[in-house]
């Protein structure tokens, strides 16, 4: 199987990293190329062993996948390159946000089957959480979930429901660092400095996603079973406003899957 990389950025690598450390692919059937950065993909090269090119040619011969992972804004220059040199028997793989199956279709001029998929970056360590929406000529889209599912869970939606998966997973670890962020500076405010408090905040947000992935129980029974009757917690938690909360992540939410929405409209 050949898999090229149309960009090797932070998704990218995230993808081809995961892949390639479950053993799904080997290093030699990646292919990675991108715009002008070299010396960063060079780097792959010489530490995981995959190929790097920037001839269009011999990256897109016999190639089973092209992955699209430029910004979208930069995707009609990656279009261009492309499009000539495009085989019928290749399957195009966007994880652009936004960027919808028509306009990959209409840039590439092309009745190549199509997917979109949304991951995350949590693909490096295989955490990924994967959107994924065909076009109707997809084939073998076992296929491309296994090779999917090696960095990561995959839920299978309608091309209009990608707006809300990129808002819910494809974002939605950068919401949760932001809150670790805040959490750590609330910890010097409390009296640690700062490298105490990004220590406290790392080795509690790693445990806690630990008692999450070992546990059965639910987010609200982990909560209880730290809250003792009148303890700290309790206290803790009376001055924390579920609702504002609540109220503050709805819209950041909506935020996202809004402008993922814009980009979509963007290039109509
Ligand atoms: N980051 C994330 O968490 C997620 C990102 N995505 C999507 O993934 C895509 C990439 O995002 P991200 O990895 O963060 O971005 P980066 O900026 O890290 O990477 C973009 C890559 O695209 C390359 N590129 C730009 N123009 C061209 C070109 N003409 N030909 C070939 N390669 C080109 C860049 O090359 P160079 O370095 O040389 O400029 C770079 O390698 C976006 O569309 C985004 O919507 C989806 C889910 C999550
Ligand atoms: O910020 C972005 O637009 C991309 C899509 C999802 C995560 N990063």
């Known amino acids: 199987m050949k898999i090229v990389f149309y960009g090797a950025g932070n998704m990218a690598s995230a993808i081809f990293i995961g892949m390639i450390e479950n053993h799904v692919v080997k290093p030699e059937q990646i292919y990675l190329t991108s715009r002008s950065q070299q010396e960063k993909i060079m780097f792959f090269k010489e530490n995981l062993g995959v190929n790097v090119s920037y001839d269009d040619t011999e990256l897109l011969d016999g ?9 979208p804004q930069s995707f009609p220059d990656v279009a261009k390159r492309i499009r000539p040199h495009l085989e019928k028997k290749t399957k195009i793989v966007s994880v652009m946000a936004g960027t919808q199956i028509k306009t990959i279709r209409r840039e ?6 199509i997917a979109r998929i949304m991951p995350n970056t949590n693909a490096m360590v295989q955490h990924s959480v994967n959107g994924i929406t065909y076009s109707r000529n997809f084939p ?3 296929q491309l979930v296994e090779l999917m599912e090696s960095f990561g869970t995959t839920v299978v939606i309608e091309e209009d429901v990608m707006h809300n998966i ?3 997973t494809g974002s939605g670890s950068a919401f949760l660092y932001f809150i670790y962020e805040k959490y750590a500076e609330s910890l010097v ?3 640690f400095d700062e490298e105490e408090a990004l220590f406290l905040t790392r080795n509690l947000v790693i445990g806690a996603g630990k008692m999450v992935e070992d ?3 639910p987010f609200s029974q982990l909560r209880k079973n730290i ?4 303890g700290t917690t309790e206290a803790g938690l009376n001055a924390l406003d579920g609702e504002s909360i609540k109220k503050i992540l709805t819209a950041t939410l909506n935020a996202a899957a809004n402008r993922s929405e814009e980009l979509s ?3 109509e």
Request: net charge negative; proline share 3%.
């Open 63 to 71: 190639a089973d996948y092209v992955i699209l992972a430029s910004k």
């Open 108 to 113: 590439l001029r092309t009745e190549n089957p």
């Open 140 to 142: 073998d889209k076992d």
């Open 166 to 168: 990129t808002a819910a």
């Open 189 to 191: 405010e409390l009296g």
């Open 215 to 217: 546990s059965e129980l």
């Open 227 to 230: 809250t003792s009757k009148n």
């Open 265 to 267: 409209k963007d290039d």
